[in-house]
């Protein structure tokens, strides 16, 4: 009805619905049989404020075209009077005081619940119903009917439909308050989603000045680093060049002595005072200064390049040679040959490495350069598909809005003609049945000769005014019925067909199961045999049907599988209590021999599918010394897992057994008494001895 409400979006219909009568009343657990057999299938009947409210549902329902059936209880006209606790008797009370309702409800509780005594047997109701005429109840559901019948039986409790109603109605609160919880955890989320959204951009931000800053440190680094180079060169230069400015002003000094002597000799006149031979002389001495003076400048443009070379080579060794040579003599001082060859082999081996790394990261580089041209170059082609398909988007978009206006007139068209079509098939219904060349027949006549020709028809057809004009009708509605009745056969077989898989898988997986636990059961049974009789061996078997009586070749898949589990009969067991002895089955075993046999398949069962204790009555009584003593191990070994009772009159149990009981019989009543190991022991070695 909610349903109903929300599609049709009728207010008026949504504010005078109340809910069905289970959902509007409560009522303790002790008085749900009472309520539920009174009320029966009256309480799913819908409550609405009045018969009209009904109507519009009703109405509203058809036309939908929803399925299915609805009681209405409308306020409006129900007048209902309750009964009053009878003043004869404190043993009845009127039902309707056990429940707790709404007032707006009354009418209807009155309705179902007013004329009806809860009582406290069968007798006061019974006697309460012939005296007062009216309805009885009691706890457990029994009725008496103030025409006299009486109602009763057992009623299953756990089906209470009260208690499924007060279920649903608190896990429906439970579901409402999810959902509330659920919508304010999606808000959070939601929230939550544009925090963390903005974060994102901020911390994406962040990172990016972060790697700007981090670039602009890197270039101030590389700088740095550019800038101490120079100035450790220009340090290691300043002292070449001091030293070689020092020469040159040496130089410079002599040469200005040499200048002052060469003035004092030209400022007297030598030629005057020599001979001719002495002036030859003089010129060739000139001549030879001249060459020398040349090669002397020669020679010092040399000096100086050497004393520069020099000089660079005692910076660099100094600096560089001679720290190295004592840190080399000093390593040579403290390893020895081999360590030394070691290291130069380690130094080559770490050369290498280091240069296949780097050659490793240049190669990586060029691919990686090669590989952002290559994706640069793809980006610009999708970019420009991307755009190639944008225009054809906008282009189709244009398209479509045109299209949806051309298919608005169309629609429009085609409901103004379907309209027109169903008014002239209604007129067409109204003549009968007409035959098939009747459309065509009449398309190239004048409207006068078909108004004539109709005249004549109308005429015709009073004569036959007893025909029955609904038989197509009918015809065709006993086919429909037909359709559905066949649609319905092929939904029962389907169903037919997929039950019949379901039986066959369930078959299927108790074959498996039962095998499984065959194997198990039959692997523990032959180790524990072999453990209580050491040199034995023992096996489960099995057994089958008679192979005549299986099924024939023509028989389907799904009966064989069916017949998996039914082809086994039974269960055998062999065993041999002697090494390589004959396996000999049950009944060729004596007592003690079938009663091992038997503990042994316990052991193994108990392996397989422990149970929480085993009480055991004098199982040692027909076995041998050696026999008991293993079966009293087991238990030992068993009980770590589960609790073991057993009795007995043999001392083996008693060996590593937790707890004694000794049961006497005294003045014909029997008594049970705990009792210490010892006296366990006494007992039954007196009982030996006696026997």
Not at 369 to 397: G, I, T
Not at 398 to 409: I, V
């Amino acid at each position: 009805m909610a349903n109903l409400s929300e599609r049709g979006g009728r207010d008026d219909i949504a504010n005078g619905y109340y809910g069905t009568l289970i959902e509007n009343f409560e009522c303790e657990d002790t008085f749900h049989t009472a309520i539920e057999v009174t009320g029966g299938g009256r309480l799913f009947y819908h409550l609405v404020d009045s018969d009209r409210t009904a109507t519009k549902l009703l109405q509203e329902i058809n036309r939908q075209k929803l399925s299915g059936e609805l009681n209405f209880l409308p306020l409006n006209v129900l007048r209902s009077e309750p009964v009053r606790s009878p003043e004869s008797t404190p043993d009845a009370v009127p039902l309707i005081s056990k429940l707790t309702f709404d007032a707006s409800v009354k009418n209807a509780v009155n309705h179902v619940f007013g004329r009806v005594l809860l009582c406290r047997n069968m007798e006061v109701a019974a006697a309460l119903s012939r005296e007062l005429s009216i309805d009885c109840v009691t706890l457990e559901g029994d009725q008496v009917s103030h025409k006299g019948s009486l109602t009763g039986g057992y009623i299953d409790h756990r089906q209470s439909r009260l208690g499924l109603q007060r279920e649903k109605r608190q896990l429906q609160a439970r579901l409402d308050a999810q959902q509330a919880e659920q919508t304010a955890l999606s808000e959070q989320l939601r929230e939550t989603d544009d925090q963390l959204t903005k974060a994102s951009a901020e911390m994406q931000r962040s990172e990016t000045k972060t790697r700007k800053y981090e670039d602009m440190m890197q270039d101030f680094k590389t700088n740095l680093r550019f800038k101490k180079d120079e100035l450790d060169r220009i340090d290691k230069s300043q002292k070449p060049k001091e030293s070689q400015l020092n020469g040159y002003e040496s130089s410079l000094e002599a040469l200005l002595v040499q200048k002052s002597s060469l003035e004092d000799e030209l400022g007297s006149d030598l030629h005057s005072q020599l001979s001719s031979d002495e002036n030859d002389q003089l010129e060739q001495l000139n001549r030879t200064i001249d060459d020398l003076s040349h090669a002397l400048s020669t020679i010092r443009k040399d000096r100086m390049k050497f004393e520069k070379e020099k000089n660079e080579l005692e910076i660099q060794l100094h600096n560089n040679l001679f720290k190295k040579r004592e840190q080399l003599m000093s390593d040579l001082q403290e390893v020895s040959t081999v360590d030394r060859d070691e290291k130069i082999r380690a130094y080559e081996k770490e050369l290498e490495v280091i240069t296949g790394v780097m050659d490793g990261h240049e190669r990586r580089l060029k691919e990686i350069e090669r590989d952002v041209s290559s994706l640069q170059d793809k980006e610009k082609r999708q970019q420009s598909e991307l755009e190639k398909w944008q225009a054809k988007e906008r282009h189709a978009q244009d398209e479509l809005e045109d299209d949806s206006k051309s298919m608005e007139k169309l629609r429009n068209k085609e409901a103004v003609l379907t309209k027109k079509k169903l008014e002239a098939q209604r007129k067409i219904r109204e003549l009968g049945s007409l035959p098939a060349d009747a459309f065509d027949k009449y398309t190239h006549h004048k409207t006068k000769e078909l108004y004539a020709q109709l005249e004549e028809c109308n005429q015709d057809l009073k004569k036959y005014s007893h025909v029955n004009k609904k038989a197509l009708d009918q015809y065709m509605s006993f086919s429909e019925q037909q359709e559905k009745l066949a649609s319905r056969e092929q939904e029962l077989n389907r169903g037919y067909e997929s039950i019949q898989d379901l039986i066959n898988g369930l078959d299927h997986k108790k074959y498996e199961a039962i095998l499984f636990t065959f194997k198990q059961v039959s692997k523990y049974f032959s180790e524990i045999f072999h453990r209580l009789v050491p040199g034995g061996s023992a096996e489960l078997v099995l057994k089958k049907r008679d192979p005549n009586d299986e099924p024939s070749q023509e028989s389907d898949a799904s009966q064989q599988e069916g017949q998996m589990v039914d082809q086994f009969s039974g269960v055998g067991i062999k065993v041999s209590f002697a090494q390589g002895g004959e396996m000999r089955e049950m009944q060729q075993l004596s007592g003690g021999q079938k009663s091992l046999v038997a503990l042994t398949l316990i052991f193994a069962i108990q392996k397989c599918d422990p149970a929480p204790f085993y009480l055991f009555d004098e199982i040692d009584a027909a076995l041998d010394a050696h026999h008991r003593k293993a079966v009293a191990d087991m238990i030992h070994e068993l009980a770590e897992m589960a609790q073991f009772i057993t009795t007995t009159f043999r001392p083996e149990l008693l060996e590593n057994a937790d707890k004694y009981y000794g049961v006497t019989f005294r003045n014909k009543v029997s008594h049970i008494d705990c009792v210490t190991k010892q006296e366990a022991a006494d007992f039954v070695e007196d009982d030996t001895t006696r026997q």
